[in-house]
């Protein structure tokens, strides 16, 4: 059975319980990649959070660009995702096709991401920069992720537990994730409106 399943659990890192996770991962863990990832989440102004059932975004990470849907509660641990490369990494065409469909407004984000694999769970440290000022960062979250089936959902769920709670970190709650998403729209993260906005800028 095909592992599409995206089960995925989330929690807010400060300055203590970030050094905690980074130094488990650097002396436990294999480094997979480091990030930089520019974001257009088209769902927020269609659906809003906390209703949403669905998370269609458009990314460039590392300078390849993606489509990506998400499929499942915004807030849940469990959702079917699939995401479409962009041949040539065109930007322009892929902000068009996205319009072309109807999606012309969106969040749009930028982060910094480390990933660590450790035991089975991806781990991504995610460092949310303000869009205005992307030197600065406004806050820290970190997601540990398994791929999964429909048979082994709640194994990786109970997998992901079990090394959160061993490093006594935290995980949001649908509200406290809800709010967080609210805090971020408002005082870190921007808006993308392809009628408006230049292109450009995003290419540059």
């Known amino acids: 059975m095909e592992n599409n399943i995206e089960v995925e659990l989330r929690?807010?890192?400060?300055?203590?319980?970030?050094?905690?996770?980074?130094?488990?991962?650097?002396?436990?863990?294999?480094?997979?990649?480091?990030?930089?990832?520019?974001?257009?989440?088209?769902?927020?102004?269609?659906?809003?959070i906390s209703k949403r059932k669905s998370d269609i975004r458009?990314?460039?990470?590392?300078?390849?660009v993606e489509l990506i849907v998400k499929k499942g509660e915004f807030g849940g641990y469990s959702r079917e995702e699939v995401s479409v490369f962009i041949e040539k990494?065109?930007?322009?065409?892929?902000?068009?096709f996205m319009s072309l469909l109807g999606y012309k407004k969106g969040i749009a984000g930028n982060r910094g991401i480390v990933r660590y694999m450790i035991d089975g769970i991806e781990i991504?440290?995610?460092?949310?920069?303000?869009?205005?000022?992307?030197?600065?960062?406004?806050s820290r979250f970190f997601e540990a992720e398994i791929m999964a089936n429909a048979e082994s959902g709640q194994e990786a769920k109970n997998k992901i537990l079990k090394f959160i709670e061993d490093l006594s970190l935290n995980i949001f709650?649908?509200?406290?994730?809800?709010?967080?998403?609210?805090?971020?729209?408002?005082?870190?993260?921007?808006?993308?409106?392809?009628?408006?906005?230049?292109?450009?800028?995003?290419?540059?």
């Open 173 to 204: 709650k649908k509200e406290e994730w809800y709010e967080y998403c609210r805090n971020l729209n408002i005082k870190a993260n921007g808006v993308f409106d392809y009628e408006k906005d230049d292109i450009n800028d995003i290419i540059n």
């Open 124 to 138: 991504a440290i995610q460092d949310v920069r303000k869009c205005k000022d992307p030197k600065e960062i406004y």
């Open 89 to 96: 990494d065109d930007i322009k065409n892929a902000l068009m």
């Open 11 to 48: 929690g807010p890192l400060d300055e203590n319980s970030y050094k905690v996770l980074l130094n488990h991962l650097e002396k436990n863990g294999k480094l997979l990649v480091k990030q930089n990832r520019f974001f257009i989440d088209y769902s927020t102004f269609l659906e809003g």
């Open 58 to 64: 458009f990314r460039i990470t590392n300078g390849k």
